[in-house]
Structure formats: C-alpha cells, structure tokens
C-alpha cells in the first residue's frame, strides 16, 4: 500500500489515509488472488502484451536528451521499470494533468484534480528512442485497456495517459494507439489518453526510487516486481540490471 515517508505526520481524515487504508485492504484480496493462482499450473504473474514496434517514430540522436511523461497507474511502478530500460538517465516520479495548486499526493488521492501519478522519462535519443519508450509502455508497464484503473487503484489519478511534449511526440503516440487498437492483439480498444501536457510536478521525496526502498512492501510484490521481472524477459536488450535512480 502507499505509506508516507516514517515520521511524517498524516491527519487521520486526510484524503491519502483513507486512500491508503482502502489500498491496504485491495492488497489483502490481491495477495490471497495470488496465493490461488499459485497453485494453478501455467499461471501468468503479470499480463505481458507481444506488441509491435511504432510503425512511426521519431527520428534517433538529435539532441542529447529528451523527456516522455507518462501514466499508468501508481507511478511506483512505473518509475521502477523505467529505472531498468537502458538509454533512460532518470525516471521521476510526480503528477501531470492538473495545476500546479493542486500537485500533492494528498489532494490528488481525492481523484478530482485532473491529475494522473505520472512518471517524466529522461533518456538518451541517441541510445532508445521515444517509439521504444512507448512499446515498454504498452507491453509490460501496465495495462492500458483498463479506464482508470490499474490492479487495486482505482480512480482517474490511475488512468491511462500520455502526455507529449511537442506535437512530433503527440503524432507518434495517437499513430501508435490506433496501430495497436487496429493490430487485434489487446482484449479490449486501448483506454489510453493523449493529453495536453500543461506541467510536470515532481512527487514528495518519499515517493521516489520506492521499489528500491521497499522492495519487501506486499503492494510492490505483487503489482511492481512482476512489471520489472517481465521487462527484463520481454526486452531482455533494453533491460539494465542496475536501477539508475532520483538522486536525493
């Protein structure tokens, strides 16, 4: 579950203390879903989608670095596998959606900010580019035909969005869904968004690297260390063994 920083002070009416109870309690039904599907042979920890690569793409090398800010569900996931894709120099982890006013994990966990828990992508054009960002995206960092959700988060702070920093990475983004929607491969059309990226907001500092943290917690077990094992299977080439995190 999502737990402030040991210390830090949370009112027990606050927004993320009850976001974080009901999480608490999503857990629990996960991890005895988990408990069953272990005793059933061939299971799958974590959907995987085979996907193709952008038929589209933005061109490789240029300028020496470039950002991608995407969300898919609770960012803690999302930064960890981010952390692992080599050509990526860091991956943040924060909000975008919504004002600068309303940028706290507090607020945003009330689901009414236009915010999404985002992840602001730096890498190296030269070594991956943007195209190859989104494949990981659409293949193993989450499920992007669920509607504001991913596993036990619910809420639009957990939806599906892109968030593209000029209008070359808004036409690689809307041409790929569509490839992908077209392709049959997913169950379901795609429920990712392509949104106007009016700012990034860095999450509280207890946020970050927080697989690394705690890489013991029952959430990231079940919903975040798969994400990272099925990168390293998926794009065995990309995956760098060694996280590069948020210094701080």
Request: hydrophobic share 40%; glycine share 8%.
């Amino acid at each position: 579950m999502k737990s402030p920083r040991a210390g830090r002070a949370i009112p027990l009416d606050s927004p993320s203390r009850r976001a974080a109870c009901l999480k608490l309690a999503a857990a629990g039904l996960v991890a005895g879903a988990a408990w069953l599907a272990l005793q059933a042979p061939g299971r799958a920890a974590e959907v995987v989608y085979d996907i193709p690569p952008p038929a589209a793409d933005l061109p490789a090398g240029g300028a020496p670095t470039a950002t991608a800010v995407l969300a898919g569900g609770c960012f803690w996931g999302v930064q960890a596998v981010f952390q692992h894709v080599d050509g990526v120099t860091q991956a943040l982890s924060g909000y975008a959606g919504g004002s600068a006013a309303t940028a706290d994990y507090d607020t945003v966990s009330g689901g009414r900010t236009g915010h999404a828990e985002a992840v602001q992508v730096s890498y190296d054009p030269a070594r991956i580019t943007y195209g190859q960002l989104l494949q990981i995206y659409f293949s193993v960092v989450h499920d992007p035909t669920q509607r504001n959700r991913q596993g036990p988060d619910v809420g639009t702070q957990y939806r599906s969005a892109i968030f593209p920093a000029d209008p070359a990475q808004r036409r690689v983004a809307e041409a790929y869904i569509a490839q992908l929607d077209q392709s049959g491969i997913y169950p379901r059309p795609l429920a990712t968004t392509v949104e106007d990226l009016q700012g990034f907001y860095p999450a509280e500092d207890y946020h970050q690297n927080y697989l690394v943290r705690h890489p013991d917690s029952l959430y990231i077990v079940i919903n975040d260390q798969p994400k990272v094992e099925n990168l390293a299977k998926a794009f065995a080439s990309r995956y760098r063994p060694q996280p590069v995190l948020v210094d701080g």
